[in-house]
């Protein structure tokens, strides 16, 4: 393999590469192995017929660009590290010349990007006050009242907060349509479960009563039924009134570990705050390192942005089948395709690599190293998070790629812990004052010294949970 020549232009490469006359033969012959089980020639078994006679047959090109491709990734790999280049992507051919033997190949290919880093230290980021009303203290403990509640069953009639079992039978134009029919259904009243108005013409049923339901659907429902009236007829089997403990000291110690209704206050209070100043701080550490990649220069190649929509669509993927959906249902269900669904992610997948590209440049610049300590650590930590051992975790996380993402996240603290914290107005008031302002002339712009521009390296791998 010989690299002729390379050109390096808006961010990508053409490599003029000859391949030789024995690297080539080599690749079609392994080409010829691989199809000659489906190739029938007139007087041979078939897939016994010998590779000259198969091209005899069917022209000397015949296996060219299977041999191509059974080379190409040695080949390809070889040229870029005589060269020195930090590609991203996938690769084209766009040209291929067979001469004496051997082959010459263009291949053109994406990138990494150049990168200038702008200011990531010191930088002023909005960040909220964690606070818990004593509101939603008080709703907690009503959700508790709730989940310990006793249900009575009631003869009188139904009321708002009374649960109730029904049969019931939709029809649209007097037909029966599908899905509109229960028996033995549990609905509560005023948990908005039903179509808008089918619970509150429940209120004042009884038990052993029958009554039509006449609702209208919404305009944004089933294509089928969107915008139609129908009727619901319904037979009420039985009333039940959801009888909710006093909240009381005696509540307290029914529903908790605590002894008195204060005690219990206290710890609501206390875990409210705690997973809320959790969020802030990680909202603060994301919003830090969104901003310092905004403030860098540099060109994101279309193939890294796509390889992150795809791994971002594979994820959702994985949770939607946990629920039980499929990736193209979701995506009918938004009002659109995949490719719809795929457009929508990608300002989002923009953002995520431009921080991956900012984490590995902070990463080299601050010169941030991660200890064989650190690693095993990290290992220990997995592996009794996911309940799985050591070894196993290994298996499924290679150290270099734990490193590359224990470095990224030594770069996500720096940035953070050296951000200065601002009220979310203040920090807005000073964005909007910050585009008012006059742009700066030719000749002052002129003066100031050029940001250090960094010799481009290899994003920092992420690594990937284990998979079961």
Do not use: W
Not at 222 to 248: N, Q, R, S, W, Y
């Amino acid at each position: 393999m010989n690299v002729k020549s390379v050109e390096k232009e808006n961010g990508k490469a053409k490599l003029v590469v000859e391949i030789d006359k024995a690297q080539f033969e080599n690749g079609l012959d392994k080409a010829y192995l691989k199809n000659r089980k489906n190739i029938l020639v007139p007087g041979f078994r078939k897939g016994k017929a010998p590779r000259k006679v198969i091209e005899g047959m069917y022209g000397a090109t015949v296996f060219y660009e299977d041999g191509i491709n059974e080379i190409f990734p040695d080949v390809y790999a070889e040229a870029v590290e005589a060269e020195k280049l930090r590609v991203v992507g996938m690769p084209s051919v766009s040209n291929m010349d067979v001469q004496d033997g051997g082959v010459v190949l263009t291949v053109e290919t994406e990138l990494y990007p150049e990168v200038t880093l702008g200011a990531y230290k010191g930088i002023e980021v909005p960040k909220a006050e964690a606070k818990v009303t004593d509101e939603e203290v008080e709703a907690e403990l009503d959700r508790m009242a709730e989940r310990n509640a006793r249900i009575s069953t009631v003869d009188r009639p139904a009321a708002v907060g009374d649960t109730v079992i029904l049969d019931f039978e939709g029809f649209e134009s007097g037909k029966p349509f599908k899905g509109g029919k229960a028996e033995n259904y549990t609905l509560k009243l005023g948990s908005h479960q039903f179509v808008p108005g089918f619970e509150d013409a429940l209120v004042g049923v009884k038990a052993g009563d029958e009554k039509d339901v006449d609702v209208t659907f919404p305009k944004n429902y089933t294509p089928e039924l969107a915008g139609k009236p129908v009727v619901f007829k319904c037979k009420i089997h039985e009333v039940k009134e959801t009888i909710l403990a006093e909240k009381d000291d005696e509540f307290a110690k029914d529903v908790s570990e605590f002894d008195t209704l204060d005690q219990l206050r206290a710890d609501i209070r206390a875990r409210f705050m705690k997973d809320r100043e959790e969020a802030i701080r990680r909202e603060f550490e994301n919003t830090a390192v969104t901003m310092a990649a905004d403030n860098m220069t540099c060109k994101v190649p279309d193939s890294m942005i796509d390889e992150q929509v795809e791994k971002n669509l594979e994820q959702l993927g994985y949770q939607l089948q946990s629920s039980g959906m499929k990736l193209e249902d979701y995506a009918k269900m938004m009002g659109g395709d995949l490719n719809s669904l795929r457009k929508n992610m990608r300002p989002m997948a923009e953002t995520t690599v431009r921080s991956n590209i900012l984490l590995s440049e902070v990463t080299e610049v601050e010169k941030i190293e991660v200890t064989d300590e650190e690693i095993e650590e990290e290992y220990k930590k997995m592996a009794e998070q996911y309940q799985m051992t050591v070894d196993q975790i290994k298996k499924a996380i290679s150290a270099d790629s734990l490193r590359s993402d224990l470095k990224g996240r030594k770069a996500v603290q720096l940035i953070a812990d050296s951000a200065v914290a601002v009220a979310p107005k203040e920090a807005e008031e000073k964005a909007a004052a910050s585009e008012a302002e006059p742009a700066e002339d030719a000749e002052s712009a002129e003066e100031k010294p050029a940001p250090k521009k960094r010799t481009p390296r290899k994003k920092a791998e992420t690594a990937e949970e284990p998979k079961e």
